[in-house]
């Protein structure tokens, strides 16, 4: 047995860092309800209504995504006939119709719905070709 004034040997240390098998349970344990504890509780969502009538907008032209910090935007365009002057051609200019700026945790829930609803017919529609 060792003295109280002598120092431990390296070895000693080692050994008297490792938990024995009832430690290592204990603090796994332990660790696993500090996890649980940690993760945010699952909340219902609210009924979602829509008391401004928004209208749906219909953007056949391009999109554009930024980031900036921890928010998103999403830009959407549309492509919009334009007569030019008397020669009467067509031209066609491109048009912002809707920005949506969100957090970007929501851009990333947003991605991997999509995803998954472009891949799996669980949204309503048939698998894109």
Do not use: W
């Not at 921890?70 to 020669?87: C, E, I, N, Q, W």
């Amino acid at each position: 047995m060792q003295s109280k004034d002598r120092p431990r040997s390296h070895d000693d240390a080692q050994h008297a860092r490792l938990p024995t098998s009832n430690q290592a349970v204990t603090n796994f344990e332990r660790l696993r309800r500090m996890v649980h504890q940690l993760k945010a509780p699952r909340r219902e969502l609210p009924v979602a209504s829509d008391p401004d009538g928004v209208s749906e907008i219909i953007c056949d032209g391009r999109l554009n995504f930024t980031t900036r910090g921890s928010l998103a935007t999403l830009t959407f365009f549309h492509d919009r006939p334009k007569l030019s002057g008397s020669s009467g051609q067509v031209e066609y200019e491109s048009v912002v119709r809707a920005r949506i700026i969100l957090p970007l945790q929501n851009a990333v829930a947003l991605r991997d719905l999509i995803s998954k609803c472009l891949s799996v017919r669980e949204c309503g529609g048939d698998r894109p070709n």
